[in-house]
């Protein structure tokens, strides 16, 4: 049984930046972050493959955030810079394999963490 535990949300200003991480047990897989805000749908964020560390972006957060990788800790981490109020939301780890479909489409992943709050004040 894979678990994913997030950690690393919290309420800053608008400009600041805060770190997420995701330590996964149970397996090896393709990592990704999406966020919900509050009322609306849950939307891709960034993603990570493990094979190589190739790294995708949502293009709202592109030059923003960075998505890496500690594989000897099998943790993800998503970088946030310059955060503003738009980026508020709950963020979720998820792990899947991009080989069964698309980076930013939530079917392709199979487990999620249970979110992490992230407030941005303006």
């Known amino acids: 049984q894979v678990q994913l535990v997030e950690s690393g949300g919290g309420l800053v200003q608008a400009g600041d930046s805060l770190r997420l991480s995701c330590a996964a047990s149970g397996g090896t897989y393709d990592m990704g972050w999406f966020r919900q805000a509050h009322g609306k749908e849950r939307e891709f964020v960034a993603a990570l493959r493990w094979s190589g560390g190739d790294g995708y972006y949502a293009g709202s957060v592109k030059g923003r955030f960075t998505i890496a990788g500690n594989t000897s800790k099998n943790t993800v981490f998503l970088q946030m810079n310059s955060l503003q109020p738009e980026d508020t939301a709950v963020y979720y780890c998820?792990?899947?394999?991009?080989?069964?479909?698309?980076?930013?489409?939530?079917?392709?992943?199979?487990?999620w963490g249970q979110g992490t709050q992230v407030t941005v004040s303006s």
């Open positions: 998820a792990a899947g394999s991009f080989r069964r479909g698309v980076v930013s489409d939530t079917r392709t992943y199979d487990y």
